[in-house]
């Protein structure tokens, strides 16, 4: 198992800040299910507050422990779960957290580095070769819609050093060059780096993790840095205290990765102490009023062991020595602690004074939001979706402030129901099915006795037979693949078979569309059977069937294939005369006769119809706003002129019926929005019911 040096770097124009809570380090640990593994977390989320940061870091962390595959598959999980949780949390938040991040699994002989968002890193071998790595181009936010997560893999030899930050946290605009990180990353391990770089970056705002692997380069005395040669513009770092040379354990009690710690000057604690004295004034107080209490104890003790005649002697003709000094001390202590707790009583009553003037003016700041939003409604409906929903962001936050303060609920009903009717959304009731042991990415292909749903985790799929209302599960899920415990390779997606509504011309069942190959499994038999693809698609992101055909979205080629099975193989023909650029940001596709084909977020258009194998004009109208985080689209005909297409926003939880030339005709939303975070639907044709999922729940209802 490698020796790793981990410390942090923050520091602002030559001020080092001390530890930063951005990041996380979860070491090996026995009980984990990737015991020998580390795992750093490093999240440049400048407005995300320590709570958000401990939730994220504690996803990714659960996640990479029990994620399938190998560590680069385990992290873009991770990190995908992680953006999810993010979205929905930034759901009606001003600001929203966005930014990067940046996870490092150290596994065996490997540095499996994972990037999502602006991220950045440094890499330095042993031989002086230094890189920097970050994801090509104009990459999305982490924390919006349509995350990419990019992965390098380094196979490292002892004395390699790396260094993880992102594009908030690294003032890269020659007040912290590239250069400057190089001569840091020279002096030695991981401990040294971030403290050479924390005494030289004079200029700027740096912060993020060093760490190095290998036998440790410092000496076995770490009172201080060893020496190392000078050079110009570099400047040594003040010697450090022994007992700031810190490692982070492997986790926290509360399950959540341990932060990790900085390189400060703080000094040693005395052997034995146990602790250090932080604040001694108040601990001079409190052990004078500790000492007082003993006295005043052990002076009423002796004197209730005296008789009351010799108390009363005393009292009546001259006070006792011992009397004189408990009343000393008495005084003493009541000039002590009456300060404390006047001044305690006095900061009480303000901050209690403070508190309910606060909410007195958040409460006028909601009245008067709600009040210009009603009449901005009454004057012009049209255009009052904005106030409207700016006012109920602020009971939402009144809300947050007064959980208990049910005042505004009424209000905040009925300003939601007049947004509501501005932008055409019809509020449905969800049957919410059994949730998932696991948060996943999921697919789902809805059938006429319920639903199959592909967990990309587990690369597994499951047919899930509901009653025939369709309000609950009967029986326990059945494996369709893989079975008898034989891998498969990744599966893409599932969608339905059926000879009904023209789409497949055998018995029903599911087929999936895989990597390097399709599996058809037949309800009939139960059996799963491979199909041989002619061309192996390693970017495929979804399919569907229509007519005996089963289409694959290729991503990487710009593509539409389009398979035809003939007994155990396909053969496969390009539906497109010419690959589309276009196609290359495809998420999601529906086939009914044309092809449509969704597209990633900011994406412009967002949607393309294809039909005889060129493009046709589809364009969006209507729309009350753009679409956020859309994720999923699906169709509820197989008649190319007829029926409506939906469209799935994560972001809102809305599926988003338009006709089939793109004009709006409603959105479709959960009465208390439960369906945020959505990742797929799927349209049940036999008993016109929708089925949506997210990472760990499915839902029901009827359009």
């Not at 049940?684 to 019911?689: E, K, R, T």
């Amino acid at each position: 198992m490698a020796e790793i040096s981990i410390s942090t770097i923050n520091v602002n124009d030559g001020h080092e800040l001390g530890e930063t809570s951005r990041a996380f380090t979860q070491r090996p640990n026995r009980d984990n299910k990737r015991p020998e593994d580390t795992l750093i977390v490093y999240c440049d989320l400048p407005t995300a507050s320590d709570t958000t940061l401990d939730a994220l870091a504690k996803t990714i962390a659960d996640t990479y422990q029990s994620a399938p595959g190998g560590c680069a598959t385990a992290l873009r999980l991770s990190i995908k779960l992680a953006n999810e949780q993010l979205l929905n949390q930034n759901l009606g938040a001003e600001p929203a957290v966005r930014g990067s991040v940046s996870c490092v699994a150290i596994s065996g002989n490997h540095v499996v580095l994972a990037q999502s968002g602006p991220a950045i890193a440094y890499a330095r071998a042993q031989n002086g070769a230094f890189e920097r790595i970050a994801p090509p181009g104009r990459t999305p936010l982490f924390g919006s819609g349509g995350v990419e997560v990019y992965a390098a893999n380094f196979v490292w030899q002892p004395g390699d050093a790396f260094v993880i930050t992102g594009l908030t946290s690294l003032s890269n605009d020659g007040k912290v060059p590239d250069a400057l990180i190089d001569a840091c990353m020279s002096k030695g391990d991981g401990r040294l780096i971030a403290g050479y770089l924390n005494a030289n970056v004079k200029a700027g705002f740096m912060a993020g993790l060093a760490f190095s692997l290998g036998a440790p380069t410092a000496p076995a005395d770490r009172t201080a840095p060893r020496p190392v040669p000078h050079e110009p513009g570099v400047r040594q770092p003040k010697p450090t205290a022994a007992s700031a040379w810190t490692n982070t354990p492997a986790i926290t009690s509360s399950g959540l990765p341990a932060r990790t710690a900085s390189v400060t000057n703080t000094p040693s604690t005395p052997s034995g102490s146990g602790k250090v004295a932080l604040y001694p004034r108040v601990e001079r107080v409190i052990a004078a009023l500790r000492l007082f209490i003993g006295q005043l104890r052990a002076v009423t003790r002796r004197s209730q062991q005296s008789s009351s005649i010799e108390r009363a002697s005393r009292i009546a003709i001259k006070l006792s020595p011992e009397a004189e000094r408990t009343q000393r001390i008495l005084f003493a202590g009541l000039a002590l602690i009456l300060p404390v707790i006047v001044a305690a009583t006095v900061s009480a009553f303000s901050l209690q004074l403070s508190t309910e003037s606060d909410m007195r003016s958040l409460r006028t700041q909601v009245q008067d939001k709600v009040k210009a939003a009603q009449t901005s409604f009454v004057n012009d409906p049209s255009n009052s979706a904005k106030p409207l929903s700016d006012a109920i962001a602020v009971i939402r936050g009144f809300e947050l402030r007064a959980p208990g303060d049910k005042s505004f609920d009424a209000t905040k009903l009925q300003l939601q129901t007049q947004v509501d009717s501005i932008f055409r959304v019809q509020r449905v009731g969800v049957t919410i099915l059994p949730p998932f042991a696991n948060a996943s990415v999921r697919r789902i292909a809805a059938f006429d006795g319920g639903v199959y749903v592909l967990d990309t985790a587990t690369n597994s799929v499951d047919q899930l037979v509901l009653s025939s209302a369709k309000t609950e599960l009967t029986g326990t899920p059945i494996r369709v693949a893989p079975q008898r415990g034989v891998a498969l390779p990744v599966i893409k997606d599932v969608t339905w078979t059926t000879p009904r509504n023209n789409r497949w011309p055998s018995t029903d069942g599911a087929l999936m569309v895989g990597v390097d190959d399709a599996y058809l499994f037949s309800t009939g038999s139960g059996q799963l059977s491979t199909l041989k693809l002619g061309n192996k698609i390693p970017q495929t992101v979804a399919g569907d069937v229509y007519a005996g055909l089963f289409y694959q979205l290729d991503t990487a080629e710009g593509q539409i294939w389009r398979q035809r099975v003939q007994g155990e193989s396909v053969l496969s023909t390009a539906y497109l005369t010419q690959p589309m650029a276009a196609l290359q940001d495809g998420i999601d596709l529906v086939v009914d006769g044309s092809l449509f084909i969704l597209r990633k977020p900011s994406s412009d258009p967002p949607i393309i119809r294809l039909t005889q194998g060129r493009a046709t004009t589809f364009t969006l109208s209507g729309l009350p706003e753009p679409l956020r985080q859309p994720v999923a689209i699906a169709t509820n005909t197989a008649d190319p002129e007829t029926g409506s297409l939906f469209v799935a926003d994560s972001a809102s939880g809305a599926i988003i019926e338009l006709t089939k030339n793109g004009e709006y005709i409603r959105q479709i939303r959960a009465k208390n929005d439960e369906m945020v975070g959505v990742q797929d639907i799927s349209y049940d044709f036999a008993n016109d019911i929708f089925y949506a999922v997210s990472p760990r729940q499915l839902f029901v209802f009827k359009p």
